[in-house]
């Protein structure tokens, strides 16, 4: 292993209960039911794909032109509560685990399905941290394609097989697995048959690699 990509929302950091919010605002509008666990099962689902989800309640269909712009309205809302974040958000035990592969030789890349996943790292002060950035801006397929992570190997120069992909999602799990890498799974991906290593926090990769 010479390299770990890993899933930026909900591995890095914590940005589901903005999701949430922003969701929320855009359903609660629209008068359409939304609640966490809903929410839930946007994790790692690309933007426009967790809008369908949404929409499953609505009472009635929606053109792609009303669509677009119901994600560019849940987006803003979302970038807007990105705001508060800071390196306060980036925990103790992720800055040290970091901090600890990178010591031990590994490359590090990050593999996200989100648009914002620049901003968000900046945010978190790790902007300019990072060997290689593959996300929602780079990739024609969401996960569970394997795509975002394909990508990473490549800026990386590695074969997935020298990589491990590090996810909290069970479709970045399946993701991982359809390109030929091995995963460390957290929360509900440890639970996935494809996942190679099921972990209980993000220390326990020092664990695995070092
Ligand atoms: C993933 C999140 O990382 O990014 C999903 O787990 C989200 O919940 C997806 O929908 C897309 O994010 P964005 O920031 O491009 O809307
Ligand atoms: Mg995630």
Redesign the pocket.
């Known amino acids: 292993m010479k390299a770990v990509i890993f899933d ?3 591995v890095i950091c914590f940005t589901d209960k903005y ?1 949430y919010q922003a969701w929320k605002a855009l359903a609660d509008r629209l008068g359409i039911y939304f609640d966490e666990i809903i929410n839930n099962r ?6 426009m794909a ?1 809008l369908d989800i949404v929409l499953e309640r609505a009472e009635r269909a929606y053109s792609q032109e009303e669509k677009d712009a119901f994600a560019a309205e849940k ?1 803003a809302t ?1 970038v807007e509560l990105l705001q508060q974040m800071s390196p306060r958000d980036l925990s103790d035990e992720v800055r040290e685990t970091l901090n600890a592969l990178r010591a031990g030789g590994y490359k590090l890349a990050i593999g ?5 996943t620049k901003l968000i790292l900046s945010r978190i002060g790790l902007g300019d941290f990072f060997d290689a950035i593959s996300d ?1 801006t780079n990739i024609t397929h969401s996960k569970p394609d394997p795509e975002v992570f394909l990508m990473a190997a490549e800026m990386l120069s590695l074969d997935p097989a020298e990589c491990l992909v590090v996810e909290d ?1 069970k479709a970045g799990i399946q993701a991982a697995h359809a390109g030929g890498f091995k995963s460390a799974g957290i929360g509900e991906a440890a639970e996935h048959p494809d996942c190679t290593y099921p972990i209980a926090s993000f220390g326990e990769l020092k664990k695995i690699l070092l």
């Open positions: 930026l929302d909900g999701h946007l994790r790692g689902v690309s933007r967790s987006n979302y996200s399905s989100s648009k914002n929602g999602a």
